[in-house]
């Protein structure tokens, strides 16, 4: 049974939130913002139709209470809420709340959520529809007999995983068996703590992988397409900093396969909505199921650029019932695109946090450029929740071409007051293996030091440092001080650049 949404709840903050608006607005729906007080005077509450405030600015006093934003729902006479990605997406408990309520959840049922949101009974819903799974045990370990058990069947190396992990908390590499019970308590523990589950499991472990997800869709009618892949594999922590679509090592037939695999994912937990499958891909390119985010994923523009979807419109037609309007045989690739996340960190610093104040913001332009941002010059970013400033995605013709729009879209980007990942966007992009393609998730470990930051100079940089050069040489020419030679002593312009350009900044 359809129904038309005419307001949503965006139970969500920043730059997602306002992506959300943007689209809702173009379909003439209204919308309404919640917000804590560090976001107050954030752009999303002030372009939405409506805006409540939740609490302070602690997730768990705001973003996190579901009875308050349920109520802001129906206090609004808002029909639907949407959750973004982060915070309540991927909570279950959330999802059913929502719908007793008499409200529209944007999103996957309450039971695909649980299905996919632990590892193990993701595994199990997924092994009956003929979906490549990595080799290992088939449940939660109880003791170390079933470890060994399972080890015996996948041999050294291999990965302890928590069930219900994510971003590398709980995971484990063991090479050695004398290793291996040392190494299992501590990935419990860490389960325990982090999740409240302790459960953990084994697999293979994958020593070059590459990380490939495919983006599916799915109605309440049972249909079910997949919208090509995006390698997600350059990560620090075990979580992303760059990705694209399409692929730069996928065939046309690998590509159709993960595509069915994934969309066999989906019809084993009776997806409905956006949603992500993530594969694992090996160096000899098999792939391997990993996991499903029940959500919107952060990557999703390029997506949207190289299929010219609205991912966010589909979602909301999906959550009225309406039936998907195109099928698998509609969708092409063109072109391709490259996100790079832009995080208000220190790349030379271990990627740690660099909160502060944005000194100066100014986004680039330009053909085939898009910045989904959350923040203005003098804005400062909160302590509360995750440093991402923004998503800076490119469009081209071809892979080289977003690659050299990406770096003149990094050039034109002016970011001062906090540390990001700019400058480390720009190494990669620059960098022989990724331009190449031949990389995996050890981007990081393999070939970045800090020091190789010390080497790049943005355009900006380059000019400055030229007229750094003009100016000692004059100063040089008019000083009484020469060298033996009877020749001026003109510092390396470029060295002295680099030495203070922090403290220009």
Same mark, same amino acid.
């Given at each position: 049974m359809n129904m038309e949404i005419k307001k949503i709840v965006v139970a969500n903050r920043g730059e997602i939130a306002l992506r959300i608006m943007r689209t809702a607005r173009e379909m003439g +729906? *209204?919308? &309404? *913002? &919640?917000?804590?007080?560090?976001d107050a005077h954030s752009p999303f509450v002030r372009f939405a139709d409506e805006a409540v405030r939740l609490g302070p600015a602690p997730s768990s006093q705001s973003y996190l209470l579901m009875d308050s934003i349920i109520e802001v729902a129906k206090q609004t006479a808002a029909q639907a809420i949407h959750p973004g990605y982060g915070f309540l997406s991927e909570n279950a408990h959330f999802a059913? =709340? &929502?719908e007793k309520e008499g409200l529209i959840f944007i999103g996957p049922t309450a039971a695909a959520i649980r299905i996919m949101g632990d590892k193990l009974s993701a595994k199990e819903a997924v092994s009956h529809f003929d979906v490549p799974l990595v080799p290992g045990s088939a449940g939660a370990i109880k003791n170390l007999a079933e470890a060994q058990?399972? +080890?015996g069947r996948t041999g050294f190396p291999v990965l302890i995983k928590a069930a219900a992990g994510g971003g590398g908390k709980g995971m484990r590499i063991v090479e050695r068996a004398e290793d291996f019970e040392e190494q299992m308590n501590l990935a419990v523990s860490e389960a325990q703590s982090a999740f409240g589950d302790g459960s953990v499991f084994v697999? =293979?472990? /994958?020593?070059?992988?590459?990380?490939?997800?495919?983006?599916? $869709?799915?109605? !309440?009618h049972g249909n079910v397409v997949h919208l090509f892949e995006r390698e997600c594999s350059v990560q620090r922590r075990h979580q992303k900093v760059i990705e694209e679509a399409p692929s730069a090592i996928l065939s046309a037939e690998l590509r159709a396969e993960m595509g069915a695999a994934a969309v066999n994912v989906a019809r084993s937990c009776n997806y409905r909505g956006a949603g992500t499958v993530e594969f694992i891909f090996d160096e000899n390119h098999n792939f391997f199921f990993l996991e499903m985010n029940t959500r919107l994923q952060v990557e999703h523009p390029v997506t949207e650029c190289i299929t010219g979807m609205d991912l966010v419109r589909e979602m909301i037609y999906i959550a009225e019932g309406k039936p $998907? !309007?195109?099928s698998q045989e509609d969708l092409k690739i063109h072109g391709h695109s490259i996100e790079l996340r832009v995080y208000a960190e220190s790349p030379r610093n271990n990627f740690l946090p660099d909160i502060g104040t944005l000194r100066e913001y100014r986004r680039p332009d330009g053909p085939g450029v898009? /910045?989904?941002?959350?923040?203005? @010059?003098g804005m400062e970013v909160p302590i509360y929740y995750d440093p991402m400033i923004s998503k800076l995605v490119v469009h081209a013709q071809t892979r080289t071409a977003a690659i050299e729009r990406m770096i003149r879209a990094i050039d034109e980007y002016k970011i001062t007051g906090v540390e990001t990942t700019l400058d480390f966007g720009r190494f990669v992009f620059q960098h022989p293996a990724f331009v190449s393609g031949d990389f995996d998730t050890h981007f990081v470990k393999n070939y970045f030091q800090?020091? #190789? $930051?010390? !080497?790049? $100079?943005?355009? @900006?940089?380059?000019?400055? *440092?030229a007229l750094l050069a003009v100016s000692i040489l004059e100063s040089s020419k008019s000083s009484s001080r020469v060298s033996?030679?009877?020749?001026?002593? /003109? =510092? #390396?312009?470029? !060295? @002295?650049? =680099?030495r203070n350009r922090g403290a220009l900044s």
């Open positions: +729906i *209204a919308t &309404v *913002a &919640v917000y804590s007080d560090a059913e =709340k &929502v058990e399972a +080890i697999e =293979k472990y /994958v020593g070059s992988p590459r990380h490939i997800e495919i983006q599916i $869709l799915a109605d !309440s $998907l !309007s195109f898009r /910045v989904d941002d959350g923040f203005e @010059e800090p020091e #190789n $930051l010390d !080497s790049i $100079l943005t355009q @900006e940089e380059e000019e400055v *440092a033996k030679g009877g020749q001026p002593q /003109v =510092k #390396n312009a470029t !060295s @002295e650049w =680099k």
